[in-house]
């Protein structure tokens, strides 16, 4: 099963997820009920009086119930929701974590950010923010988020400080396959809709709270039996807790398979099986294994690495299958015996231990360097004005990382300029990188007049920045522009609106300097300008839904015919647009090239726009249509390929490195 | 939906609705409080940032000292001057970062580091006068990152002066004020500090 069809069937499950939960809420109502009417029976055979027909059954109740606990559970889960929609940085403060600052210097923290940045560089997402559980000694992480593209990772300090590197690396695999996986979007959702029935728990207990200092007085006659709050408080909570209750059957019945396929797809990200399963085997080790002590850990259970809770009989119904079983898949001939975890000494541990490199490269005898790795990055550089590639080995990859591109990943973040690795990590220096790599390598005059306005019109000190920067920038080869400022788009989470409105102002300034657009400041422009600062700046606009190509046939006109026009002459663009569009569109509608002049890059890039709404089968269509146009004249330049990537990004795809 | 509504009597349509009005508030008041919350943590995770430039800048100082004393023979008071000013700066940052915005701890700081800039100030002028300091590859490094430094803790200054503002204008204004009050949400302090744009060069005078 690829991406496209693991985001799809996340899409469908979300239906059994509803239909779990409507009966969890009739048992809930039907309970709430039971107890009012208990309650009031006893209140009427104490001499009270109350409105309504005698007897257990009373249709007005049951209709004050029934729609009093429907509107709390419906605004409970909608507020959560609509908390949840903005992103995984909800759930990460919730659960107490703070954000790891990109400039930090402790060691610890920096390898976790290393770990993350190489991942993500492989599997073609989006750098995503790393949030430390301060406070937690358990070993344990979550992914959160609802794309590929605002996802957030949150690591418990216990992980850091008992993992080695390559451990460390496997629980990251493990939530970047949730992520790939589409298991994210489905786990928010579940986590917003169950809010609903914990809100019941949650006014049972302020209830509880109102009674406390008043004596529930049983002896007086006339009276009403004292103050029934606190009871039917208390006859709420437990309620409340039953509504826990059906939330664990159903984040089980949910999420516990997932918990293996995000393992072995752990595995296969990284082919280091020693690496996860050491993982698993410090949780068995510690203590406190993966249990997070944090008020609110409940809610979010069903998105860590490994169980948050601590066995219950509520937990009967685990979110995540037992530990041993998990290793026992990934390495058959475990022992069940734990050795006790102790921390690491991360300045002295191997970074990169040898056997694990020989394992990766497939050799028997040892392997000396470290930097074997870059092997693979040269190879990838040299002759790579061509790559060969079939159109649909390309879209294969998408969502499916390989060790590969892990090793690519790394060898691309070890050419860089020393300078660039460690020290562009803050705002200052991120944005610095960015407008140094706008800067005009073609046309003298261009760059001058972009440097007169940095100087003039930006910040001096952004200005300062950029001039020490830009010698070093002037290293950074071609095909690694992008992945660096992919690299430093985590920095820009820190920067004010008011910062974040003078940088959104100065790059597009920068693009449209030299009244071209080259492929990379294209590529800028999607990332930034269009998906990030909106995102920051809290103004996305979410594209409609787009069931089916034919009702925005303008948009795949457009969209095929820009790529086939760069084709070189009109014969090979035509054949190039037509062999794309019978991807599109099997047999049936015949779709017709755009001139050049129609089919420039604003309508690719509404087109894209508009396309990126569509449905995960669709999307996988058009990214095939678009690689087979790409691929029309039997060759695919390093540009071509990371215009593809670039596309794949914009709809919301991750495509790994194109490597040979 | 329909059936149910219509089986309730007007004082049970009475009840819902104010069951209903009074969840509604509840959540409202909750998602104010939430909100003073999320601007809270915005500036402290602000702070952070201007923290771990500021350290970098406080180990940076006196590898600086440390080269120029092989050149300036004579300038021990300088020197002390500088490392003094520095210290004091390092303990002040540590209770500001203990407790960003709180007002106390603020203006320690801004007073802390008014001072530390006005002496590397004097201390960079003084450097002025000796060329074979200037030429010093090692000097000239460390300048650099210093600079680099301080624009980077100048920038990070900035984005925590906007959080502070959006934090404490979110707190005076309705419904804010009356939430802040309840939650215990005090005012925060800016980091301001007035430091002198230009480095002049001291001259000796013989």
Known sequence: MDFFAHQERARRKTGWLVAYFVLAVLGIIVTIYGVFAAVILYGESRGGSLAGPSGFWNPELFSLVAVGTLVIIGLGSMYKIALLSRGGEAVATALGGRPVLPSTRALPEKILLNVVEEMALAAGTPVPPVYLLDHEAAINAFAAGTTPQNAVIGVTRGAIENLKRDELQGVIAHEFSHILNGDMRLNLRLMGILHGILVIALIGYFLMRTGSRRVYLSSSSGKKGGNPLPLIGLCLYIIGYIGVFFGHLIKSAVSRQREFLADSSAVQFTRYPDGIAGALKKIGGLDSGSRLQAARAEEASHMYFGNGLSASFLNLLATHPPLSERIRRIQPDFNGVFAPTTPVDHLTAEVIDPRTLAQRLGEGAGVSSAFAGSGVHEAAVEGAERLAFAPDAAVMQVGAPQTKHVDYASALVRGLPAELRGDVRDPLGAIATIYALLLDDDEPDVREAQRDYLRNRADPRAWAETERIVPFVAQVQAEAKLPLVSMVLPALHELSSRQLAAFRDDVTWLIKADRKVSLFEYGVHRLVLKRLIPRLLGKTVAAARVTDLHSNISACRGLLSALANSAGSPEKATEAFRQGAARLFKGGQELTIMSSGEADLRTFDRALDELSGTTPPLKKRILEACAECIGADGHVTVEEGELLRVISDALECPMPPLLQ | ?206
């Not at chain 2, 406080?58 to 590898?63: G, M, Q, S, W």
């Not at chain 2, 000013?85 to 500001?96: I, K, L």
């Open chain 2, 1 to 206: 939906m329909q059936p149910l509504v219509a089986a309730l009597s007007n004082s049970a349509i009475t009840l819902i609705v104010i069951a209903v009005v009074a969840v509604l508030f509840v959540m409202y008041a909750i998602g104010v409080f939430n909100n003073l919350v999320a601007l809270r943590n915005r500036f402290k995770n602000a702070f952070a940032q201007i923290d771990v430039q500021m350290r970098r800048r406080y180990d940076l100082i006196p590898n600086l000292v440390e080269t120029a004393k092989g050149y300036m023979k004579h300038e021990k008071d300088t020197f002390e001057a500088v490392i003094k000013a520095r210290n004091a700066a390092f303990s002040a940052g540590q209770t500001a970062a203990a407790n960003p915005g709180d007002p106390r701890a603020m203006q320690t700081l801004s007073t802390a580091e008014t001072a530390l800039a006005a002496s590397m100030t004097k201390f960079i002028g003084l450097t002025e006068n000796y060329p074979e300091l200037k030429a010093n590859t090692n000097m000239l490094s460390l300048q650099e990152e210093l600079t680099s430094t301080e624009n980077k803790i100048a920038f990070a200054r900035q984005a925590f002066n906007d959080a502070v503002t959006s934090y404490n204008t979110a707190r005076e204004v309705f419904p804010g004020n009356i939430v802040a009050g309840f939650g215990g949400f005090g005012p925060a302090e800016l980091f301001e500090v007035s430091a002198p744009e230009q480095r002049e060069a001291v001259k000796v005078q013989f």
